[in-house]
């Protein structure tokens, strides 16, 4: 162990104790950034509406008659309100990814520290390009394959028109947010599990047809239907497991090293003591 305080063995009482500092720090980074979110909430559902503007564009219509409606009375106000439960848990995170290293720290060694602490850097930054790519590719492109769908009245023809919710612009834009961010979370999770030896780089080589094959039912699970959004969603998800599988065999290699280095200093103490 490090040989911190905090490193002791305590009784359960104490890490109870523990756990509720904890999560009172968590609830209350979450608490006050879901206020300020709150606050500001139609300023952040019209930067969510920008990707909805660049299709409105990418089709050629008139941004001035472009809009969003909501159909009942209350339907807005509890859009801003999970609109400000998203950037909340958005804000927060790093206050909540915080606190729960330090309860899990104190039981890891100082090497499981430094190797964990790469994953912890590297998983918002993965989630994050996930989400940049659904805002600011992802999503105008969806939304102009269903504007184009659109039908202007003509002779003996009626206009069809979308008129979208703004209920049901949220949940796309952040079924499509969680959706890819989680799904960037591959490369990490799968190199944890080769560190730890519960995976390897050839049993995740001999696995990737089936592989291929749930992602593109997860995607279908995830998306809207419509095959844009499940290829969109499915060829990432596809080169973040060829991703993964070279990670493991930097994981392999780097172990396989480590082994040949105390192997040789062995070795050698063996020699030094004949």
């Known amino acids: 162990m490090s040989g911190d305080y905090e490193d002791k063995p305590q009784p359960l009482i104490e890490h109870l104790m523990e756990l509720r500092t904890r999560l009172i720090w ?3 980074a979450f608490f006050i950034a879901f206020v300020i979110c709150f606050y500001f909430a139609k300023q952040l559902f019209n930067l969510l509406v920008i990707p909805y503007k660049w299709a409105v564009v990418w089709a050629g219509l008139d941004l001035a008659k472009s809009e969003l409606i909501y159909t009942a009375p209350q339907e807005f106000f509890f859009t801003q309100v999970k609109v400000a439960m998203f950037g909340a848990l958005v804000i927060a995170f790093p206050v909540i ?3 729960l290293y330090k309860f899990v720290a104190p039981g890891l060694y100082k090497n499981e520290r430094r190797a964990f602490l790469p994953f912890l850097i590297a998983s918002p930054i993965l989630f994050l390009t996930g989400g940049a790519l659904v805002y600011f590719f992802f999503t105008p492109m969806v939304m102009w394959f269903f504007l184009a769908m659109q039908q202007a009245p003509s002779e003996g023809e009626l206009g ?3 008129l979208p919710r703004v209920s049901e612009y949220l949940s796309l834009i952040m079924t499509l947010v969680l959706s890819f961010g989680l799904v960037f979370q591959l490369p990490v999770v799968t190199t944890l599990l080769a560190r ?3 995976l390897t780089s050839d049993w995740l080589r001999q696995k990737r047809k089936f592989a291929i094959v749930i992602a593109f039912v ?3 699970v995830l998306t809207p239907p419509d095959p844009m959004s499940q290829i ?4 990432p ?3 973040l497991y060829e991703i993964s599988i070279y990670a493991a065999r930097l994981v392999e290699r780097k172990r396989a090293e480590e082994v040949l280095a105390e192997q040789d200093s062995s070795s050698v103490a063996e020699t030094e003591k004949a």
């Not at 969109?232 to 060829?235: D, F, Q, S």
């Open 160 to 162: 069809i028109s979308l």
């Open 232 to 235: 969109g969603l499915a060829l």
């Open 26 to 28: 968590s609830i209350g």
């Open 97 to 99: 990814a915080s606190q």
């Open 218 to 220: 997860v995607a279908a």
């Open 196 to 198: 730890v030896g519960l």
């Open 237 to 239: 998800t596809i080169l």
